[in-house]
């Protein structure tokens, strides 16, 4: 399998450290208009910490890959 190079290892970062503040901004706005509890707010919870997981292991990997 071929590696990434570094411009799309910052590229694929960006992108998702830009989805999850789009996540944030929506989660924000959902947890103020219908409620913290709500399941609409829960569901965007649970996308947005899948996504910060997502990030994490990204930048593990990319980060022993560029050693």
Not at 17 to 39: A, M, P, R, T, V
């Amino acid at each position: 399998m071929k590696q990434l190079s570094m411009d799309d290892r910052q590229l694929i970062g960006t992108a998702l450290l830009n989805y999850i503040k789009l996540l944030k901004e929506q989660l924000n706005h959902i947890g103020i208009s219908e409620g913290l509890s709500s399941e609409k707010t829960l569901s965007l919870s649970e996308e947005l910490d899948k996504y910060i997981y997502l990030y994490q292991c990204f930048q593990k990997v990319a980060s022993k890959v560029a050693l």
